[in-house]
């Protein structure tokens, strides 16, 4: 059972563009989540999804940032007209069940730098 | 508002030594806790987890750590480092009723010298 999957593991991208990171779980783990980590910092939780649907987006920016997880196909986290504060390491972790049923496993993480 | 406290946020060691790194949390619940190590570059992997039961946790690579209720610590101890232990660790809390989100500690970086 392959680990969690992510790609791309490196985007740059200059002021305005949009990014688009994909998190394929593993097999059997319908629960998805995002993190991001800045700089020197720790992981800051940003959104957990089950199949089509956000359960808790509470860590997401409002504006710019927006992440799905379809019947069919990997998750996405989205963000539009990036800044350079945008640039950060990106991690998504997945787990079978809820937290104090199951563990998160994270994958390598991308890595966004904003020009 | 929930918080983890890696009070270290660099620890030196030498090859052989052991190593202690402190985790403090402020949660209202009883958290589930766990430890992951962060190499340069990289994912993070799961070193142990506690969520109930026996205080005193054993994982992956020799660590340990013991959930103090009482001090609202979760202490990550290896006897005996090896240089491959040069890394970020990392602790980070959940809580049920707070969902499914875990918050993270800072971080400590922890060199090892030969």
């Known amino acids: 059972n392959a680990g969690v999957m992510q790609n791309p593991r490196h985007l740059v991208r200059r002021r305005g563009q949009e990014a688009r990171l994909r998190c394929s779980p593993m097999?059997?783990?319908?629960?998805v989540y995002w993190y991001r980590q800045l700089p020197e910092e720790g992981l800051k939780f940003m959104v957990y999804l089950q199949k089509e649907n956000i359960i808790d987006e509470s860590g997401m920016p409002k504006e710019r940032f927006s992440a799905e997880f379809p019947k069919e196909g990997p998750s996405i986290l989205r963000i539009q007209q990036v800044v350079r504060g945008d640039s950060a390491a990106y991690f998504c972790?997945?787990?079978?069940?809820?937290?104090?049923?199951?563990?998160?496993?994270f994958g390598p993480g991308t890595r966004l730098l904003v020009l | 508002a929930q918080s983890v406290t890696q009070p270290d946020i660099h620890i030196t060691v030498s090859e052989g030594a052991s190593l202690e790194l402190r985790c403090n949390y402020s949660y209202g619940a009883t958290p589930y806790l766990f430890w992951y190590v962060q190499s340069p570059g990289q994912g993070l992997q799961l070193l142990l987890k506690?969520?109930?039961?026996?205080?005193l946790v054993q994982g992956i690579k020799g660590f340990e750590a013991e959930f103090k209720r009482s001090q609202s610590s979760f202490n990550l101890r290896k006897p005996s480092v090896h240089w491959s232990d040069a890394a970020e660790y990392f602790c980070a809390v959940g809580v049920k009723a707070a969902g499914n989100k875990l918050t993270f500690g800072g971080g400590t970086r922890v060199l090892v010298k030969p």
């Open positions: 506690y969520f109930s039961g026996d205080t």
């Open positions: 972790a997945n787990s079978r069940g809820p937290l104090y049923q199951e563990t998160q496993y």
């Open positions: 097999k059997g783990h319908s629960h």
